[in-house]
């Protein structure tokens, strides 16, 4: 299992930034990707971004894309989520995930939840209007 530690969640106003980290230990070498999800009230659980351990390959969802960029630092097993331009839409708790090694790779894998094997606490990020 890979332990996940997320942070840098807050409270910001409208078109400010954060960025968010999730540090990693334990068994990293079972993890094919990272990804970050969220979930905002009453709202199921959404895809952000991910990030290919092998190739460092990026994959956002639509409603992010052009706003976070997602990166990490292999010497440190920690993966950034940088959120630029934030809206109220962006409230949520944001969980990082780490992906096993399998049969699948990109869209279509490394965007659906159910495919990732282990989760962090998450942390909250509120955008004011």
């Known amino acids: 299992q890979v332990q996940l530690a997320e942070s840098g969640g807050g409270l910001v106003q409208t078109g400010h930034s954060l960025r968010l980290s999730c540090a990693a230990s334990?068994?990293?070498?079972?993890?094919?990707?990272r990804g970050w999800f969220r979930r905002a009230p009453g709202k199921e659980r959404e895809f952000v971004a991910a990030?290919?351990?092998?190739?460092?390959?990026?994959y956002y969802g639509d409603s992010v894309t052009g706003r976070f960029t997602i990166s990490r630092d292999v010497a440190r097993d920690t993966v950034y989520l940088q959120m630029n331009d934030l809206k109220p839409e962006d409230t949520a708790v944001y969980y990082c995930?780490?992906?096993?090694?399998?049969?699948?790779?990109?869209?279509?894998?490394?965007?659906?939840?159910?495919?990732?094997?282990?989760w962090g606490q998450g942390t909250q990020v509120t955008v004011s209007a």
């Open positions: 334990g068994r990293i070498f079972n993890s094919n990707a």
């Open positions: 995930a780490a992906h096993p090694f399998s049969g699948c790779s990109g869209y279509g894998c490394y965007d659906i939840w159910s495919k990732y094997s282990s």
């Open positions: 990030i290919s351990r092998r190739d460092g390959a990026t």
